[in-house]
């Protein structure tokens, strides 16, 4: 009797089973070669991204201290524009006063000649008022006097100056008309200070 096989032997259907199963493993050992490169890769990209922040960061917070230091220069410069600018209004007050000083005249004893100016010298009712200044001069501790005269006469009255920032500004002063004699009064200022002396041009003034 004659046994006839059909089909593929057992051995090598064993051997062709082998070769897939093999094949299969490998698949999936690339598959998760592969997927382990991928995570990798990701992790390494994150990694970076979070490295790349703080520097960042650090460059924007250079840029903001940049920003900072540049408003503090500024500031500075302004203060110095403004320091500059002041030194340059005091020099130019203080060249402007000795401006002034020098182009006061000097008399022989040393002291600055005043201009005093007698504004105005009139009767207001029973009494007799005068004022003026001396606008060629600016200082304090002076003494303005209003001098009338008729004939040989003379009355005096002196008044202390007032406040002023750029001239000298002598008090009016008031009299009582009964104090002159009818007739016709010249009046002037005599300014005199430790400093400076000078009187003004006389005016005339007709007391009844």
Known sequence: ??????????????????????????VFVIAILLVA?????????????QKDKPEKNSARGGDVAEEILKTEEDLKDENKVAESSNDAKDRMEADEKAKADTTVEVDDSGLKIAKPVLNFVSMEGDKIAAGGAVPNINETGGKCTYSFSKDSTKIEFSTNTLPNPSYISCETVRVDAS???????????????????????????KIQ
């Open 1 to 26: 009797m004659r046994i006839i096989f059909t089909g593929e032997k057992p051995m090598a259907k064993k051997q062709k089973r082998d070769k897939k199963t093999a094949s299969n493993i490998v």
């Open 37 to 49: 490169a991928i995570t990798f890769g990701i992790i390494v990209l994150i990694k970076m991204a």
């Open 179 to 205: 104090k002159f004699t009818s007739g016709t009064w010249t009046v002037k200022i005599i300014y005199k200070s430790n400093t400076a002396e000078g009187e003004s041009e006389t005016q005339s003034i």
